[in-house]
């Protein structure tokens, strides 16, 4: 498969060069997307989908333009191609946009990342079906459950990427979710719900279907009950599960984009310390059976791991050629792949211990933060931390602040990394922080 779609890419950038233009680089990728879903005891969706598609990016007389099909029969990409290259002409001319030099295509990795499961390439739909009715079955176990929703979906994708300056690239994986989400009775005639997903590259990765309804089920039973929250300055412990999101806002305007078009809080972090001397962050594409694992990115550039945060210290961000050209800035990646938070030593129980109080977030419930200041405000539910130990359900609460000075409070990491995900964070734990509830 990827053989052939290599031969489509390199078809593509011989007719744009036939065709005008003066450096192309294409990209033909096909992939399958699975869903089905189980709602108490009946199969209530099935959805299966392929796409192949051809993208192409060019560049013409110091002009730049992107484009995309679908259908891959030869004259019709004749036909696409040789429109894009005159539409491209008629475009204003950008000194920054040029292809990628192949200096940057160098150290490739030939690691095998483990991204591909033969299983789940040739799944049937008996076996997802019985993987459904297995969850089902676990998470009818309570007399309070009023219903759940289980899923299983899977996947495969393949790509390929030539270039007219010499690139040349394949790349195959395979994913696999699977998860429920329940709802039950609480007091009088209020509901409480939750849910547990794990997904990996690999079937071996993801927890059995006795251990994600178990989870799943203690999730929304320790719902029941919960009140609004305090409104109180203190101590903030946030579940692996979550954490990750904090990170992803905190990372979002990182880049060399976000800084040349003025809206990064980041500008002048460059060799400065302005976190927490407990946060290491590595972006780190080479990662085995990572989601976001790969030997190269979009632009061709070699994968490499990228330190951004060292000890509180800013070291790097995410540059593109494209930004980098503006800023004059030497290009390390254009987006983020497997983005690692160096773990502590304590766990999670041992953390909401040494907290002995404050509030402990399981979820966020929808929010904001500015790229360019920092400033956020999130929903949130979660639990009481009361005399070191996890207390009373609570919701109906805000964390407000900025991200600088929230991550500057990091006072500790656990041993605890949420593994499936882009973002593989830890237990997080911040003093003095601010909440809104009640």
């Not at 108490?40 to 299966?48: I, S, Y």
């Not at 305090?230 to 990372?251: E, H, K, W």
């Not at 594409?285 to 190269?296: C, E, N, T």
Request: hydrophobic letters at 35%; proline letters at 3%; a neutral charge.
């Amino acid at each position: 498969m990827s053989a052939d779609l290599l031969k489509y890419a390199e078809q593509a950038v011989e007719a744009a060069r036939k065709a005008g233009a003066d450096d192309v680089w294409a990209t033909s990728s096909q992939g399958r997307d699975v869903e089905f879903e189980y709602r108490d005891g009946k199969l209530e969706k099935v959805k299966d989908a392929t796409s192949r598609n051809l993208s192409i990016k060019l560049y013409v007389d110091g002009r730049y333009s992107t484009h995309s099909i679908n259908d891959l029969r030869e004259q019709q990409i004749k036909t696409f191609i040789a429109e894009a290259v005159a539409i491209t002409r008629a475009l204003q001319p950008d000194e920054y946009r040029k292809i990628t030099s192949p200096e940057l295509f160098q150290g490739q990795s030939a690691k095998d990342l483990q991204l591909v499961d033969a299983q789940l390439k040739h799944l049937d739909r008996d076996q997802r079906l019985t993987w459904c009715k297995e969850l089902d079955a676990l998470t009818h176990t309570d007399k309070r459950l009023i219903s759940a929703t289980c899923g299983v979906y899977d996947g495969s994708a393949s790509s390929a990427s030539a270039s007219s300056n010499g690139f040349s690239g394949t790349k195959e994986s395979t994913y696999l979710w699977m998860g429920t989400q329940l709802t039950f009775k609480d007091q009088g005639d209020k509901r409480a719900s939750s849910y547990f997903y794990a997904g990996g590259a690999q079937r071996a990765d993801l927890p059995s279907q006795k251990q994600i309804a178990e989870v799943a089920l203690q999730r929304v039973r320790d719902r029941l009950g919960a009140t609004k929250g305090p409104t109180v300055r203190t101590t903030m412990v946030v579940d692996p599960s979550v954490a990750g999101s904090l990170i992803s806002r905190l990372l979002k305007p990182a880049t060399a984009r976000a800084f040349q078009q003025g809206q990064s809080f980041w500008t002048d972090y460059q060799g400065s310390k302005p976190f927490s001397d407990k946060l290491t962050i590595v972006d780190d594409p080479l990662l085995l059976r990572g989601m976001g694992s790969r030997r190269y990115d979009a632009e061709g550039i070699a994968a490499k791991p990228l330190t951004l945060v060292e000890n509180g210290v800013v070291r790097n961000i995410y540059v593109d050629t494209y930004y980098g050209r503006k800023l004059k800035m030497q290009p390390t990646t254009g987006s983020s792949s497997n983005v690692i938070i160096k773990p502590g030593r304590q766990s999670l129980a041992e953390l909401i211990k040494a907290a002995g109080e404050g509030i402990y977030v399981t979820s966020w419930l929808g929010g904001n933060a500015d790229n360019t200041t920092g400033e956020f405000s999130l929903g949130l539910r979660g639990h009481l931390i009361e005399n070191g130990s996890i207390g009373a359900p609570v919701g109906e609460m805000n964390v407000t602040g900025d991200l600088e000075t929230l991550f500057a409070s990091l006072v500790e990491v656990g041993n605890d990394p949420w593994l499936y995900s882009t973002t593989r964070s830890p237990t997080l734990v911040f003093e003095k922080v601010h909440f809104s509830g009640a």
